[in-house]
């Protein structure tokens, strides 16, 4: 679950849209308004105007930014646009190696390395409800707005956007709580407080108001939500992004787990049919239809679908890319099921659909590397069998060891192949290192090595 970081690349920066009001800014006249902002919505009359919800609305988002706003996760100690300028001289600095927390009145701000990365806020002016506050003032305000000037009021649009990130951030931090201590009602919490932000995300929008991505937030609201086994809620979230056309195969694959997780497995083979319709192109989508059936020890009825996807799309690589993943899947079947002679049957039909795929997508990267794959396979299979052939028989296990040689010499190509097509993908370096290695290439196996070295831990943030 390390990708709900990213949810904080959009909500963060949206948060960073900062509300324009025009309410005092200290702490004592904001609490006044406040007061004020209580005592207007019990009169009738002015409780009746959008003014007075608009202004109520902004009240509350003051005090809820008054310690924290002009705040950046980045902001440095010093120069101009540093928290020593911009908040002040803190009352004491607490140092620990290259950690320092800067004590205010109201809040402490915690540095690494000179660059602030969190804080703290010791004394809110107002209560956690405050949020929830100002949403049903802006709502309230929206609906008393007859003539729709509000559609059109850049602050007012600005305001929403700085509360909705709000929401969004109290959500993540919900479950960052909730992947400590595992507690289901923080994952609760955190689907709460991402529902809000999805409402305000319904919202018009300025033109700068561009980061929040609402099809990432429904989407992880879902995750979280199954994580949190609040499986109607995952399901609501899940279908909303099939809706929308957010997430793309995601959703559909992570609906199929929903369902798969609580047995409900024809609910899990239409999703995943619908999915892999719709995308016939998604590897994830593919690994799970065809998961569903070996699971289900049904594999003739995928092999059938397939073929069906064939005969309806003689031209489409990706049906036979399936075929062939299907077969070496049965080949690699660890129980009794298939014979000795049907194995070797299944390997030479998912190699010849693997090929199909390849000539009528030549750089058809999964293809490639799977075909790779196979006869890597092959060679580390040989080589594991001769290891228990006794010293006293050297000349079979050196035709033995001759034999995997062959096998990884037919890897290579394809390997080299998908490497170019895919330069950074950290499983083809690793087999490539390894097939020079066995074929004794070693400036090749060395690049290979001092290429992986060169690359972070993943290849993106987004990959499952």
């Known amino acids: ?79 101009l646009s540093g928290a020593e300028i911009l908040v002040g001289k803190p009352q004491k600095i607490m140092t620990q190696g290259n ?37 049903e ?26 509360l909705r990130g709000m929401f969004a951030s ?46 990432l937030v429904a989407y992880y609201a879902g995750v979280i939500a199954q994580t949190g086994k609040q499986y109607d809620l995952a399901e609501k979230y899940y279908k909303m992004c099939i809706e929308k056309n957010w997430q793309e195969d995601k959703a559909y694959n992570s609906l199929a787990s929903l369902y798969a997780e609580q047995d409900k497995h024809d609910e899990e083979l239409k999703v995943l049919q619908e999915g892999f319709d719709k995308y016939p192109d998604s590897k994830s989508l593919l690994l799970s239809f065809i998961n569903y059936y070996l699971r289900t020890g049904e594999s003739e009825k995928a092999l059938e679908k397939l073929q069906k996807g064939i005969k309806d799309n003689p031209d489409n690589q990706s049906y036979y890319y399936a075929i062939g993943t ?17 194995k070797e049957k299944f390997e030479k039909l998912a190699i010849d659909n693997y090929k199909k795929a390849i000539e009528i997508k030549d750089d058809y990267f999964d293809a490639i590397y799977n075909l790779g794959v196979l006869y890597y396979n092959k060679g580390v299979y040989v080589l594991k069998e001769a290891q228990d052939i006794p010293p006293s028989q050297n000349a079979k296990y050196e035709a033995e060891k001759q034999k995997a040689i062959e096998f990884f010499k037919q890897a290579l190509p394809y390997m080299e192949k998908a490497h170019d097509i895919n330069y950074r993908d950290r499983n083809t370096i690793l087999s490539l290192s390894t097939i020079y290695l066995k074929l004794q290439m ?11 070295d060169s690359l972070p831990e993943e290849n993106s943030p987004l990959d499952n």
């Open 326 to 342: 299907l077969y070496d899947a049965m080949v690699l079947d660890t129980t009794d099921k298939y014979s000795k002679e049907q």
């Open 170 to 215: 109290k959500g993540v931090e919900y479950y960052n709580k909730a992947e400590k201590s595992k507690e289901p009602e923080m994952f609760k919490k955190s689907v709460a407080e991402l529902d809000k932000a999805l409402k305000l995300g319904e919202f018009p929008k300025n033109e700068a108001d561009s980061l929040f991505d609402p099809g």
């Open 137 to 162: 003032a802006y709502l309230k305000a929206w609906e008393l707005d007859e003539k729709g000037k509000l559609k059109s009021d850049k602050t007012f649009l600005a305001n929403i956007a700085t």
């Open 442 to 452: 070693y400036d090749k196996q060395k690049e290979m090595k001092e290429l992986l």
């Open 1 to 79: 679950m390390k990708k709900i970081a990213l949810l904080m690349i959009g909500v963060v920066l949206s948060f960073s849209l900062s509300a324009q009001t025009t309410t005092p800014q200290t702490a004592e006249s904001l609490l006044k308004a406040k007061e004020k902002s209580d005592a207007d919505i019990q009169n009738p009359k002015k409780a009746a105007k959008m003014a007075t919800w608009v202004k109520r609305g902004n009240t509350y988002l003051d005090l809820l930014q008054f310690n924290i706003k002009g705040l950046w996760v980045g902001m440095p100690t010093e120069g």
């Open 99 to 135: 950690k320092e927390d800067w004590i205010y009145d109201r809040i402490t701000l915690h540095f690494v390395d000179k660059k602030l990365v969190s804080w703290d806020e010791t004394k809110p002016l107002i209560e956690s409800n405050g949020e929830d506050i100002a949403m």
